[in-house]
């Protein structure tokens, strides 16, 4: 038995390796787990209901959760085995963003997993002509029914419907229809076919030792095309998925389902390293100074070169030491870490491999269903600082490349998006005249057949000394610093780049106090004369591992983070660096004054 659409995924689960813990979760402290059986009768009962709401094949469906949960795939299987078209939501999207999805897909119904989810879009019903239905998935007071309540054993004639319904759904089919807010314009609905995310899953079985055997943990939002194909990846070979409480809780959901696999974000690699870093200062002078010793060591690590014989007999000691405690804060057999959406400072990635936890970066778009490239796990695949290898069935190429190799990074393959929703001249601008879909990001080859991304060909800008710089690579630098928290780099037109930084105020407080300044509230502290020193000591002392021209010259601190409620960062936590430019754009012109 083989898989052509989404929905065949738990048959072919059933028929090769059944598994009584395929799905599990836990809510308000209670456990439920789901066999391989369980999840297909689950997904009937669903199909049965949306046909009893009286919704029919090619109408759009919503689902809008905060957390990941096995009624999410429920859902969404449920949806597409009957012709339904799955609009996930992002559940930090704003208001006015929401609103346009509604209205240009026409959505006919949402479920929503949260109080405050259901209310939003309860709220936007009337300006949504087309949306009948807003159904939460969990009981909620002064609100009937749920989508718990309405789940019931599907009549024969209601399985027979189902069963005409599935077969006449062919792999290029439209499954799902994925806003991207993107970092300026209006969403885009990216169209991806059962085909397009079919090929993914199976380019990138073969790259992933993920098996029956193996237990998952899934921490991230199913609204994004990452997480929801490495789930159906999961599917597909029969490994348990578990999902987690929520980010908050998630070391101690580590160390409850103790995971062989997870998927992160760089981000969330970054708050674990703080978390390890802050119960690290715990312990006594001695130990701290073997975790630093440690810290230090990891970040050398290489996983493509043979080490000195004294580097491995310095990094057993250290992963006794220190290393396999956070081993064990992981749970204590991850094998393998795969993180997406965006780029991975390079020396997390060699400090966590150290430790024992590989750490494998890929890159993708939604338009692309998402897999593009993607570092192995054997010896000899992977490279940090690069996102790895293409994938099986996916042609890359680079398009116009500068004296350094670098140029438009353009793809071709089974998992390039059928087009926009609704939007066709937005969907040939993105392709070639010759079929190749172009991604917008530059990249180049390096070490022969590993692709490094430089950035956005958007972002990048030209100097007033006419140096063209991608501020991705300069970011990067930036943030090695342990003092910054975000950056954006600019320049356009200026004699060299600056930068726009907001300090990690944690550690900022810290050096304030060993250096006997007085500490007030963030947005006095940017503007104190001796952080201003300090950080242009920092700066200094970053600059030297950049070329002459991509220096920093000039920076602005500033107080407020930047996020997704702001309208300063997309769902996937890009930067919109138009709108945080012009909300500064005065103090920006007085650097130059």
Not at 43 to 49: C, E, K, L, R, T
Not at 191 to 201: A, R
Not at 438 to 465: I, P, S
């Amino acid at each position: 038995m083989d898989y052509r659409r989404l929905f065949d995924l738990f048959g072919y689960q059933e028929a090769r390796f059944s598994n009584e813990t395929a799905l599990a979760y836990k809510r308000q402290g209670q456990s439920m787990v789901f066999s391989t059986r369980d999840c297909q009768h689950k997904i009937n009962q669903v199909s049965a209901f949306l046909l009893r709401m009286g919704l029919r094949r090619g109408e759009r469906v919503a689902i809008m959760a905060k957390h990941g949960s096995p009624f999410w795939n429920f859902l969404d299987f449920g949806m597409q085995q009957i012709g339904l078209i799955v609009v996930p939501l992002h559940a930090t999207s704003g208001v006015e963003e929401l609103r346009f999805i509604l209205q240009d897909a026409a959505i006919r119904a949402c479920f929503t997993d949260t109080e405050e989810l259901y209310a939003t879009i309860h709220n936007l019903q009337t300006e949504s002509p087309d949306l009948e239905w807003v159904v939460p998935f969990y009981p909620l007071a002064g609100v009937n029914p749920c989508l718990l309540d309405l789940l019931a054993e599907p009549s024969s004639e209601e399985l027979e419907t189902i069963k005409i319904l599935r077969e006449s759904v062919v792999e290029n089919d439209l499954a799902t229809i994925i806003y991207t807010s993107g970092t300026t314009g209006r969403p885009k609905g990216v169209m991806l076919s059962h085909q397009n995310i079919i090929s993914n899953i199976k380019s990138t079985i073969a790259l992933l030792p993920v098996n029956c055997d193996k237990k998952t943990l899934s921490f991230l939002p199913l609204s994004h095309i990452f997480e929801r194909m490495v789930i159906y990846t999961y599917v597909a070979v029969g490994a348990s998925v578990t999902y987690a409480e929520g980010q908050e809780q998630l070391l101690s959901n580590l160390r409850e389902v103790r995971p062989h696999y997870i998927t992160a974000v760089p981000l969330i690699i970054e708050r674990l390293v703080e978390q390890i870093m802050a119960n690290s200062k715990k312990g006594s002078f001695l130990r701290k100074r073997i975790i630093k010793w440690a810290i230090e060591l990891g970040k050398n690590y290489y996983d493509s070169k043979r080490q000195p014989l004294a580097y491995w007999l310095r990094l057993s000691l250290a992963r006794i030491l220190v290393f396999n405690r956070w081993r064990k804060m992981f749970g204590g057999r991850v094998e393998g870490i795969v993180v997406g959406a965006a780029a991975l400072n390079p020396v997390l990635g060699r400090l966590f491999s150290a430790a024992g936890l590989k750490v494998r970066e890929g890159y993708g778009l939604t338009e692309t269903s998402p897999v593009i490239a993607f570092n192995r796990f054997e010896p000899g695949g992977s490279r940090f600082g690069t996102v790895g290898m293409p994938i099986p069935g996916v042609e890359v190429r680079i398009v116009n490349p500068d004296e350094e190799g670098a140029g438009e990074v353009q793809v071709k393959g089974p998992n390039v998006m059928l087009g926009y929703y609704q939007q066709p001249e937005a969907s040939r601008e993105v392709m070639t005249e010759d079929g190749w879909f172009r991604t917008g990001d530059v990249g180049m080859w390096v070490h022969k057949r590993f692709l490094k991304l430089k950035g956005r060909q958007d972002d990048m800008f030209k100097t007033g000394a006419g140096k063209f710089i991608a501020p991705e690579a300069v970011e990067k630098q930036l943030l090695h610093s342990e003092y910054i928290s975000q950056c954006l780099v600019a320049g356009a037109s200026r004699p060299a780049p600056y930068a726009l930084i907001v300090p990690r105020f944690d550690k900022l407080e810290e050096w304030c106090k060993a250096q006997k300044v007085h500490w007030t509230a963030p947005q006095f502290m940017v503007l104190n004369p001796r952080v201003q020193r300090f950080f242009e000591q920092e700066l200094a002392r970053l600059n030297q591992d950049l070329p002459p021209y991509q220096q920093v010259q000039q920076f602005l601190l500033l107080h407020e983070p930047w996020t997704e409620h702001s309208g300063e960062m997309t769902a996937t936590m890009k930067l919109r660096r138009k709108r945080i430019l012009e909300t500064h754009v005065k103090a920006i012109n007085e650097l130059y004054s």
